[in-house]
């Protein structure tokens, strides 16, 4: 809260409303009399026994469904912006047997395959941001123009006091943290490899899909898309002092390439790209004593 409060102005135009993502009609006063709307939380740890849902996915889309309707009867929304994530977004092939040749706007993930590095948490994740996306979509009409921006796994750098998930994931070879690793492996076999951007391009994106002036449908947001061989190819190549143990390494030689292009259609130009982020997480990992604090960083030319 704190730093909301610090942001430039946030005494004067910042207003803050007290909502349960369970409880979407709670939204309603914060929704009245807004132009735009940024749809960003998901249920993430669901508990059956303390809500009406049977799980994360029916959580995730009840909770869509009543945002939209709020949306429609204020009468003054007219664009509705929704933070998906390219876990809904893979080309894998519907038998689950390879990929298709690229990854873009076309693709959507399967739910009915199983996946061998996913656990529990993971599967919930990628079933309710995959259902609810589809959902999300459904509702575009002459009431409401809907926006989904399909973000890669974030990297750079953060405002926060520790280190987001995404940001943990991208350094997970180099901390050996196995935990983070399975969660980048299995985003490597459910997208054939991993797509990642800069948290802000990330911003910027959906700041872009509020100033143009008639704009909906769906959006893959990512600078880069590569394999965890060519993450941990990166680590080796600009900081030869750091080791990464052999399991973390495993190189899929997969030829799927990244095929999105929509939102450079409507003008959207990447500022960050592989190295940038990258190099960035490592370097607020390490002032932050995530990783090596100890260990001075020296970026090759």
Known sequence: MGLLKGLPNAQERLRLFEADIYNPYEFEPAIQGCKYIFHLATPLQHEPKDTQFKNTSEAAVSGLNSIVRSCIKSGTVKRLIYTASVAAASPIKDSGIGFQKYMDESCWTPLNLLYPLANQTLMDYTHSKTLSEKEVLRHISSELEVVSIACGLVGGDTLLSVMPESMGVLISQIASDKR????????????????????????????????????????????????????????????????????????????????????????????????????????????????GSSQEIIVSK
Do not use: N
């Open 180 to 291: 983070r690793y399975q969660t980048l492996r299995f985003l490597e076999d459910l997208l054939g490899k991993v797509p990642i951007v800069h948290i802000e391009d990330v911003c910027e994106a959906h700041i872009l899909c509020i100033e143009k002036s008639c704009i909906s449908g769906r959006f893959l947001c990512a600078s880069a898309y590569l394999s965890s061989a060519e993450i941990a190819s990166h680590w080796k190549t600009y900081y030869p002092d750091i080791r990464i143990a052999e399991e973390f390494v495993e190189d899929l030689g997969r030829e799927i390439v990244w095929g999105s292009t929509e939102l450079e259609k409507i003008g959207f130009e990447y500022k960050f790209d592989a190295k940038v982020i990258l190099d960035e997480t490592l370097k607020w990992a390490q002032k932050m004593g995530e990783f």
